[in-house]
């Protein structure tokens, strides 16, 4: 008797990026070599990359073994990009409380015109046809997802030939679909999973490190605070650590934002408010430069995601607490720097006078005395006796011309 083949199961919840692409034909390819008698993917996603998207499903339909998507947990969605992979499978179920649809394609780094939205759509509308018809699904849906983005629940998902069964959990997924034949790259297949192993493959520390940075939310927060470190750099020159940590946050950003729809209108905005931070240190504008680079953060970050997509913008929330944030260290700088130009001289011979001081022998009119814990040469108008305080009142050369402090 042969041994039952093991079932792997990977479990996804997230937008459609490159992360999810590699974790996907990874975990293909890792079952494929183990021998796995299927794959399942839990999914759980609002949508994302159509390049990502289609990485996905092209290792899909060459996979040697059955591809299952389980959309779920209850509350769950395949919506745009996810209903897509849903029908790329070779099965497809949904947990009760889930829905399916909304795939029209949506603007990501830039407005299209009437035309080339038409394309777009039309393009969609073919490759989500031809996945359905491959899989015997309902096609006439499937392109209504695309074009009038229309979406259904589970149940409904099944009496339209969408999705193949509705499963409780993976364990009641494991029966309903053991038994079934599939048509996979190497041939029809007939899945035994009801008593089969589970092994579930865990997202890498790699790639959940990647997928969280990928977030819009967390690669905007990269954003600034290595700006901020690189201009805290600039400010203290050798301090090291906040040009390490700066230079370390703008390069996780960057990997970032290859994955994000960005905006060139609102990233030049925000690098003129980097331009205008800098200048502030170093051009007396008692904080109109600072202010005026806080405005144009406030109004790059606003415009920096440019997408349709609710899951690719960057929360508002988000983006006024970090600039409060960064406006209230900017008004602590503005008020250190209006205090420091209002404030005496405290290096140099100018910052000698009106220092205290102490004879440490009897000036009369010369001697010697400590100011500072230093010995100097002084002369006063009038003798001054050892052990007297005395208050500075000029430096001449390496000498310093005294007064007595009267008590």
């Excluded at 331009?275 to 170093?282: G, I, N, P, R, T």
């Excluded at 010697?368 to 050369?397: C, F, L, N, S, T």
Aim: charged fraction near 20%.
């Amino acid at each position: 008797m042969a041994e039952a083949k093991p079932i792997h199961v990977i479990t996804y919840d997230g937008i459609i990026n490159p992360v999810s692409s590699e974790l996907f034909t990874t975990a293909i390819t890792q079952a494929e070599q183990a021998g796995a008698e299927a794959l399942i993917i839990q999914l759980d996603t609002p949508g994302g990359l159509d390049t990502s998207m289609r990485d996905i499903i092209k290792a899909m339909v060459a996979s040697e073994i059955p591809i299952v998507v389980y959309v779920a947990p209850s509350g769950g969605r395949a919506g745009s990009a996810g209903v897509f992979i849903t029908l790329a499978a070779h099965l497809a179920a949904m947990a009760p409380g889930t829905n399916i649809g909304a795939a029209h394609p949506v603007a990501m780094g830039g407005e299209m015109d009437e035309e080339m939205k038409k394309k777009v759509t039309n393009d969609a509308a073919a490759y989500i046809r031809s996945l359905a018809e491959r899989r015997g699904r309902n096609a006439e849906w499937a392109e209504k997802a695309v074009r009038e983005s229309v979406s259904i629940t589970e149940q409904e998902a099944v009496k339209l030939n969408i999705v193949d069964l509705v499963a409780d959990d993976l364990s009641d997924l494991l029966k309903k679909i053991d038994g079934r034949t599939v048509a996979t790259s190497r041939g029809k297949q007939t899945l035994s999973t009801e008593n089969a192993e589970v092994v579930k493959n865990p997202i890498s520390l790699r790639l959940r490190i990647l997928k969280a940075i990928s977030d819009p939310n967390v690669a905007y927060i990269l954003m600034l605070v290595g700006i901020t470190g690189l201009i805290a750099e600039l400010y203290s020159p050798g301090a090291i650590f906040p040009g390490v940590v700066g230079a370390i946050s703008l390069i996780l950003a960057f990997y970032s934002f290859q994955t994000l729809p960005i905006n060139d209108a609102g990233l030049l905005l925000i690098l003129l408010a980097v331009v205008l931070f800098v200048a502030e240190a170093f051009v007396p504008s008692f904080g109109l430069l600072g202010l005026g680079g806080i405005t144009a953060l406030l109004f790059g970050s606003l415009m920096l995601m440019d997408t349709d997509l609710p899951a690719l913008r960057i929360s508002p929330a988000v983006i006024f607490s970090t600039v409060a944030v960064i406006l209230l260290f900017s008004l602590v700088f503005i008020r250190a720097a209006w205090r420091a130009q209002r404030g005496g001289t405290v290096t140099g011979k100018e910052g000698m006078v009106g220092e205290i001081g102490v004879a440490i022998a009897d000036l009369a009119p010369r001697g010697m005395v400590r100011v500072h814990g230093e010995i100097w040469q002084a002369e006063g108008d009038e003798p001054i006796a050892k052990g007297e305080e005395v208050a500075v009142m000029e430096v001449i050369g390496l000498k310093l011309r005294v007064r007595k402090i009267k008590k």
